[in-house]
């Protein structure tokens, strides 16, 4: 079966200082990948989105980024975070298709 | 930009009575149709996927689509406090293979 891993679970970060935030997906090959954010009370945000290595969409311009250098894994970076990046952090993997996203366990991110 | 509209609740059902929980969108080009349920601080978690006209049930659950209406809904059956949870509405778009998803519904289960 597939599963999702996404690691931190929570980070407290200054503002100003880099991110890097990690997921990766196993049991399943070319998977589309996608990363989320869900700020308080509000609804999930799409960020980005890759259909293979390489390959990234971005959906809002800020000061994010993100990279897939191998089939599974993608990650989210920052270079100077602000105190609007605060937020839940989801990472997402889809099969080809119509296919449903199942989301990993997200990472809570507090800007000091 | 293309919508996905929920009313925000909270909607307070009594426990054993049905939930309805209702979901419109914008994009008419739009064929995939996905709810998911998401636990205060937790990641969300997939209930039901649906693609045609019609009903489509799973369990106590049961999805409905009306594409000319664009609308779609969720019926809980026999709902249980450990539903109480907010209800995401998930509709893929026209482009491409990603969703829009709505800010949910809170449904709160009482005993």
């Known amino acids: 079966s597939q599963t999702i891993h996404q690691w931190p679970a929570t980070l407290v970060q200054p503002v100003g200082s880099p991110l890097s935030l990690e997921c990766t997906v196993e049991?399943?090959?070319?998977?589309?990948l996608y990363w989320y954010r869900q700020a308080a009370g509000r609804g999930l945000q799409l960020l980005f989105y890759?259909?293979?290595?390489?390959?990234i969409s971005s959906e809002v311009p800020q000061n994010l980024s993100a990279s897939r250098p191998q089939d599974r894994q993608f990650i989210l970076s920052s270079k100077k975070l602000l105190l609007s990046d605060s937020g839940f952090y989801l990472c997402?993997?889809?099969?080809?298709?119509?296919?449903?996203?199942?989301f990993g366990d997200g990472t809570r991110l507090s800007i000091l | 930009q293309k919508e996905v509209e929920q009313n925000s609740g909270p909607l307070s059902v009594p426990e054993g009575a049905i939930a309805s929980l209702n979901c419109t969108y914008s994009?008419?080009?739009?064929?995939?149709f996905f709810w998911y349920r998401q636990y205060s601080g937790k990641s969300p978690e997939l209930i039901m996927s649906i693609y045609s006209n019609g009903d489509k049930e799973d369990g106590r659950f049961t999805a409905q689509l009306n594409k000319a209406s664009q609308y779609v809904s969720l019926l809980i059956r026999d709902s249980q406090p450990s539903d109480s949870a907010t209800y995401l509405c998930a509709v893929n778009r026209d482009s491409g293979y990603a969703l829009n998803f709505g800010k949910g519904t809170s449904l709160l289960v009482t005993p």
């Open positions: 997402a993997w889809s099969g080809q298709g119509d296919q449903p996203q199942h």
């Open positions: 049991g399943t090959s070319n998977p589309n």
């Open positions: 890759s259909v293979g290595i390489g390959q």
């Open positions: 994009d008419r080009g739009s064929q995939s």
